[in-house]
């Protein structure tokens, strides 16, 4: 019965994704989402299938999303992640220069963590954002961290 359960609630994910107008990539995204591992518990067995992504390959996607005009939030929900998350596949692209530091952090935050990034380059991320406050992510800070160069 539970597999049944879990058989409808891909058939009604895949229908939500054919109503809406999506490119082929946005559908291949949500078809790759419903590839996520099963768990079905039963007294015979417990089933677990899932193949694991090459290395990057998942920030590529989000990466892919994001300069399809996706915001972090959206793409966090196609494919079931946390928006931390997220923001962290795209900070690491900052420091590569295919994103651009201000399509993450605003200029006020961007002055405010290179200000506090550039009198402590030996801070970590978590040091600087106890500094910062909660107002300021991870994500944002490690954007910053890779845009600004260094100095230790």
Do not use: W
Request: hydrophobic letters at 35%; one cysteine or more; proline letters at 3%.
């Amino acid at each position: 019965m539970e597999r049944k359960k879990l058989e409808l609630q891909n058939i009604i994910s895949v229908a939500k994704v054919m109503r809406e107008p999506m490119s082929s990539f946005d559908i291949s995204v949500a078809v790759n989402a419903l590839q996520k591992p099963t768990v079905i518990n039963s007294k015979r067995d417990v089933h677990i299938s899932k193949t694991k992504p090459q290395k990057g390959e998942t920030q590529r996607i989000s990466l892919q999303l994001f300069r399809n005009g996706k915001s972090i939030e959206e793409i966090a929900s196609a494919r079931s992640l946390a928006y931390s998350t997220v923001e962290g596949h795209l900070s690491g692209f900052v420091f590569t220069g295919e994103i651009n530091v201000l399509e993450m952090v605003d200029n006020v935050k961007l002055e405010k963590i290179s200000d506090l990034f550039n009198k402590n380059p030996a801070f970590s991320a978590s040091q600087l954002r106890q500094q910062l406050g909660e107002e300021y992510s991870y994500g944002q800070i490690r954007a910053v961290m890779s845009y600004c160069p260094k100095k230790v």
